[in-house]
Each structure stands twice: as C-alpha cells, then as structure tokens.
C-alpha cells in the first residue's frame, strides 16, 4: 500500500499541476428576444440557443406575463436545424406589456439549470425575476437533501453488489454463507429502491419544486420522456437481472459451464448499472465524453469492488464459518484490492482532470474542496488499508507448519483495521453523493 500512497500523491501533483478547463453545466448562449429586449410587436415565438444538446424537454420554456399568465402556446420544440436551440410559440394577439421567460433545463449530467429573461412589447415597463412576478431559480431544501441521500443508498448499494468479486474470487466458502447473500441481496434491493426514487425525484429537483410534487403524473411523464429518466428504468431493469442471477451464481453445485455463462451475464448486468450512473453525472458534460465516461466507469467499479470486498471481508473475518480460515482469503482480496486502488487512483485523477474547469476550482469551489477532501479519505483509508496488508502477511508467515488459524493477535488487528476502512469507505461514498450534486464551477 505504500505504493499506492505514492502513486496517489503523484497524481494529486499532477492535478494540481495538470488542471486544465473542462466543460461545465448547460448554459444559455442566447436568447430571442434578448434579456431586457424592447419590441414593436410580439414575436411568434420566443428562443434560446444552449451550450449543449439537452433535447427537447418538455415545459422547458414558460412566458407568463406581469400577473403569472401564461402566454406561450407550448409545446417546446426545435424551431431550426441547430440541435441546441429549443423554442415555444407565442398566443396569438398578445398585447403590449412586459413578459418573462421562465427556463428550466436538465443538463446532460442530470443537473437541473433555470433562470428567467425579461422583455417588453411596446412602452412598458421591464418586469424582472424581483418583481411582480414570482420564479423559482433554486432546488427545494428538502427535495436537495432526500436526493443526496438517494444518491448515497444508490452508492452504497453498487457497492455491496460489488462484494460479488470478493465471494466469486477470493471466498468460495461464501456462496453457501447465507449472511454473505443477504448482503449481496440488500445490494441489489437499494439500487432498485433508489433508481425508483430518483425517477420520483428528478421531476420536483428539476422544477424547484416541493416533496409534494413527486405525485405530479406530468413531471413523472417529463421524466421519462428524457435521457435520465430512461437511464433510470435501464438500472432497474438491469439490477433485476442481477437479482435473479444471484441465486443461481451462487449455487456451490453449479457445473463450471453454467458458472461461466451466468458470471458473464453477471458482469454485463453490473456493468450496464455501472454506466446508468456514468451517463447520468457530471462525466457527460465533457466535450470528449468517452475519455470521462470511460474513467468514471473504471474509478466506480473499482471503488465498489474495493470497499464492497472489505464489507464482505468484515463479515468473514466477524464470525468465519465453521473450519474457514480467513487468511487465505484475505490474502487473495489484498492483491485484488491493490489493483483495485491503482485503478482508483489513476481513473480518478484523470476525471478530476477532465471535470474541473480550472486549476483554482480546487480551493475556489465547493466541487474543488470536496474532490481535496475525497482525496484526503483515500489516503487515510489507504494507510489503514496499509496496516491490513501487513496483518495478513505476518498472520501468514508466522504460523506454525500446518496450522489453519491465522494468529490470534493477527486477527484481532486485521479485525479492527477491516471495520476501520469500512466505515471510511462509507464516509468517502458519502463525499461522492455530495460531489454529483455539486457544479464543477461552483
């Protein structure tokens, strides 16, 4: 592990001094009419142009005027070839007064962004965002917290389903450890739980508006009619396929044949839960989206199977099974884990890289304060991981010719370091929720 340090530190001087711009949320690039725009007549039609394609959306686009009526015809729609330009028609015969366009887009992250623009038709007065009439610009607290929660379970929940490696490649006594299952089930049953609550989320988090809202049937229609919402019904459905995998994988009877085929089905399913949270997160935004898609993809998966091997570890070494000897299968998960933290480290500078708009984001921005403190837990956890290698090997080499218990003292220490990074790993998830709700630049 001393190893992985230094190559984390290296990295950690290489983001600092490899940090170049990187893409950010959805923006408005402009708008027609302008923002505080004054006109002889009303427009057929009111536009804006973003800084990326976020597809059509409905409700994206509202015009009210000075007493909260809405005036636009609906529906949202692309009035030119340029797929980055999103527009709504106008009522006919709108009078003179002052208008305001309320937007709000979810960006390609799933991020919402939502602002307002003003204009007036003949000699009246601007109306603004302060003024008469009301718009919402900012997430509900409470919707912005039960969110970051979700994201948290759905975190911890890949993780537990990443435990499947441990049991599979280092614990063949697991499969018919029932605690062991139960783990693995709990995994799959949060990632199921939370895709459902993100779906009924997404429409209040984009909308800025309350808890009440997730039983509002047109959000959840707006929900599904775009990208996120999709990628949220591809997770349930894959973590299903997993769940009823699960049973059958583990069966210790199972002829090698079948063991095979459903240990590939099982990584196509993990894998395509893996990329409906790539796709879903600030990764997407980047021009070169393959490069942070791609590294997302490698940092979560090793994280889960990393930290979910340590949850599996913890029990195992917690109350073995009758006649186990836990050291060899704590040995064959430290060599597992370092190539899981070399995969971590070098996947995660290079998001880091990609993601944070400039090198000040670091100690400028919420973002760069929780990537430096995200990066701190690795290296704690790390060191603590550190001081298990170095259990397992001393419990190894120091027992007797044809033992089969690992060294009492040894145990006991890779015991406590074991639920040490357990629960650092659950602080460094907890970290990684709070940075997917988090803009780069801010």
């Not at 797929?83 to 919402?112: I, M, T, W």
């Not at 718009?135 to 912005?144: E, L």
């Given at each position: 592990m001393k190893r992985a340090l230094a190559l984390l530190a ?20 402009s708008s027609a009419p302008g923002d505080g725009a004054r ?369 009492t003292t040894q145990l006991r220490r890779l015991r406590q ?26």
């Amino acid at each position: 592990m001393k190893r992985a340090l230094a190559l984390l530190a290296f990295l950690l001087g290489w983001l600092v001094l490899g940090a170049v711009p990187a893409s950010a949320h959805v923006e408005i690039v402009s708008s027609a009419p302008g923002d505080g725009a004054r006109l002889s007549a009303a427009p057929p039609l009111v536009s804006v142009t973003l800084s990326e394609n976020v597809g059509i959306q409905p409700g994206s686009i509202k015009v009210v005027d000075l007493a909260g009526k809405q005036v636009d015809a609906g529906p949202v729609f692309q009035p030119g070839d340029v797929a980055e330009q999103l527009a709504v028609r106008l009522k006919p015969g709108v009078p003179d007064g002052s208008y305001l366009v309320e937007y709000a887009f979810v960006s390609a992250d799933s991020h919402p962004v939502r602002g307002t623009f003003a204009f007036v038709v003949g000699t009246g007065p601007l109306v603004t965002s302060a003024g008469a009439v009301s718009a919402s610009t900012g997430t509900d607290t409470a919707v912005d917290v039960v969110s970051t929660a979700a994201r948290w379970l759905a975190y911890l929940g890949v993780v537990l389903l990443g435990g499947l490696a441990f049991v599979v490649l280092c614990r063949p006594a697991a499969r018919t450890d029932p605690r062991a299952r139960r783990l693995l089930n709990w995994g799959a049953g949060l990632v199921a739980a939370t895709a459902v609550a993100a779906f009924v989320l997404q429409g209040p988090y984009a909308t800025g508006r309350n808890l009440e809202a997730v039983f509002d049937t047109g959000l959840l229609a707006d929900t599904l009619r775009v990208a996120y919402g999709k990628l949220l019904l591809l997770r349930l459905a894959a973590v299903a396929v997993l769940a009823l995998l699960l049973p059958r994988l583990l069966r210790p009877e199972l002829p090698e044949r079948l063991r095979a085929r459903y240990e590939n089905l099982a990584m196509v399913t993990g894998f395509l839960v893996l990329l409906t949270f790539s796709a879903t997160g600030h990764p997407v935004a980047d021009p070169i989206m393959f490069v942070s898609v791609s590294a997302d993809l490698v940092h979560f998966g090793a994280v889960a199977i990393w930290v979910g091997g340590l949850v599996q570890l913890a029990l195992c070494l917690h109350r073995p099974s009758p006649e186990e000897d836990p050291a060899p299968s704590a040995a064959r998960f430290s060599r597992l884990a370092a190539g899981a933290v070399t995969a971590i480290a070098l996947s995660g500078a290079v998001l880091a890289l990609r993601i944070m708009p400039s090198l000040s984001t670091l100690w400028t921005t919420t973002f760069g304060l929780l990537v430096l403190l995200k990066i701190a837990g690795l290296a704690v956890l790390l060191a603590v991981a550190s001081r298990s290698r170095r259990a397992v090997r001393e419990g190894l080499t120091k027992r007797d010719e044809g033992a089969t218990k690992t060294a009492t003292t040894q145990l006991r220490r890779l015991r406590q370091t074991v639920a040490a990074e357990v629960v650092l790993g659950a602080v460094v998830l907890a970290l990684a929720a709070f940075l997917t709700v988090t803009p780069p630049g801010g």
